[in-house]
């Protein structure tokens, strides 16, 4: 199982978290999602090789920023 986290700004609250949610989880492989606003962490776990290029678009969609955590 492989785990990427993300740092990511601009979300305020429960809804934020809710519509990055519901962008990522339309990533093939992705298993699980864990995003806070509060914190402005976001960590998507998958079976194999999680794209960044996918969750990285995806958080944009949903109208956020994200980067990759070291």
Known sequence: MTTNEYQV????????????????????????????????KLAVTGAGAIDDAAVLAAVQEAGYLAVRSA
């Open 9 to 40: 700004t601009g979300m305020t609250c429960g809804h934020c978290e809710m519509s990055i949610r519901d962008e990522i989880e339309q990533i093939a492989g992705v298993e699980g999602i864990q995003v806070s606003a509060q914190t402005g």
